[in-house]
Nanobody, 124 residues
Framework: QVQLVESGGGLVQAGGSLRLSCTTS????????VAWFRQAPGKGREFVGG????????GYADSVKGRFTISRDNAKNTVYLQMNSLKFEDTAVYYC?????????????????WGQGTQVTVSS
């Protein structure tokens, strides 16, 4: 079983930065793909980016490429989402998710484990 806990959300002005963390308190991430999704009010859950633990491959949605960076800390069993140059449209609840798929899955239906979400609000 994998339990995921996100942290780091908050309120930031447009152009600012935030770093989100996703830590597992259950099984280590070593066999999983870990991804970030977000859900804005009235919209579906959207893939933001993810990392394949086995080979460090990282993929991003086009909407965040060049602004968001995913990294990991093996010792802390934590995945980070560094968000720079934030825009108003980045406002959403951000979720960390994990799956035992060994490829980069971008659909939420492929993820078995989810965190509780953390709110990111970007003021214009």
């Amino acid at each position: 079983q994998v339990q995921l806990v996100e942290s780091g959300g908050g309120l930031v002005q447009a152009g600012g930065s935030l770093r989100l963390s996703c830590t597992t308190s259950g099984r280590a991430f070593s066999r999983y793909t870990v991804a970030w999704f977000r859900q804005a009010p009235g919209k579906g859950r959207e893939f933001v980016g993810g990392i394949l633990w086995r080979n460090d491959y990282i993929g991003y949605a086009d909407s965040v490429k060049g602004r968001f960076t995913i990294s990991r800390d093996n010792a802390k069993n934590t995945v980070y989402l560094q968000m720079n140059s934030l825009k108003f449209e980045d406002t959403a609840v951000y979720y960390c998710a994990a799956t035992n798929y060994l490829s980069m899955a971008t659909s939420e239906t492929n993820y078995q484990y989810w965190g509780q979400g953390t709110q990111v609000t970007v003021s214009s």
